[in-house]
């Protein structure tokens, strides 16, 4: 089950949250913080930050939106960096925060 409708469309922009979780965490450092362009909506998955959790909890199970987001690799490491770079990331919904 999922909690509603995706939040986020392809070619909008979203920031990485910055978070710093004592458990697991798929969303990679290096992206936490910076702004991206969502370039895919990946459908609902399973959350693995809360399917892992011992004991399981009803969250544990609980679908959220997938999403592949792309960062501009200047946007990254700076200005210095090549200009062509980019990476793309999977982020969950959770992750991400609407920039206006």
Known sequence: PVRGPARFEPGQRVRARQMHPS?????????????????????????PDHHTTHPPTPESDQGEWLYTVVFNGTTLWGEHSDPTVEVTVDAWESYLEAVA
């Open 23 to 47: 458990g697991h965490t798929r969303l990679p450092r290096y992206v936490r913080g910076h702004v991206g362009s969502v370039q895919a909506v990946r459908g609902v998955h399973v959350l």
